[in-house]
């Protein structure tokens, strides 16, 4: 059944920008438990370096953090909605290994534990509360699936082809991967005003 007509919106990549400034709210807030910003912090680094869906990296442990750390990269075995065995390499100039240190526990555990408890939060409960701080922080065209586009959209702005990302990313149809590489509201805004009205 098709959505009904107008009930779809544009939405926005979370870019460089966009992460920085989730960060900065984190550390800003005073409504958010101490617990809560380190879920945050440790959800929308792994989204922004990876492009990964929640459902990813929701059983993801302190010891998988470890291995991307020393190896720069983790074969992600997907029983999610990409089935495939997908590779997420790092940078070699260590870059995005800084950001994963940041956010590694001292202990072993999972990254994302039910509050007093060692078991691993669901897929539900994290989108919810990273979405509803993504939406009060960015605005309603952000959401935890907008790190997806906005890792393929800078994968394609820096000249990697469709096909590289559509294998990086873990989508079996390229039309997939073209529909999220998306011109950033920022360049619209510049060509706009090259045009001589």
Known sequence: MARPKGTTRAKKPIMKREFERLLRSIDSSLDVQ?????????AFTLLYLTGCR?????????????KM????????????????????????????????KKILPEK???LFCKNNSTQAM??????FMTNKFIHKTLGELYSTHSFRAGYITVAHKIGLSLEHIRQDIGHKSI????????????EIAQSKNMIAW
């Open 34 to 42: 101490a617990s809560t910003k380190i879920k945050f912090i440790c």
């Open 54 to 66: 929640i459902s990813e990296i929701i059983n993801f442990t302190t010891h998988d953090l470890q």
């Open 69 to 100: 750390i020393d190896e720069n990269e983790y074969s992600l075995t997907n029983a999610t909605k990409t089935k495939a065995t997908r590779l997420i390499s790092f940078d070699s100039n260590k870059v995005q290994v800084q950001l994963l």
């Open 108 to 110: 072993e555990r999972y």
């Open 122 to 127: 669901s897929v539900a409960s994290l989108k």
């Open 175 to 186: 039309a997939t991967t073209a529909r999220y590489a998306t011109v950033t509201s920022d």
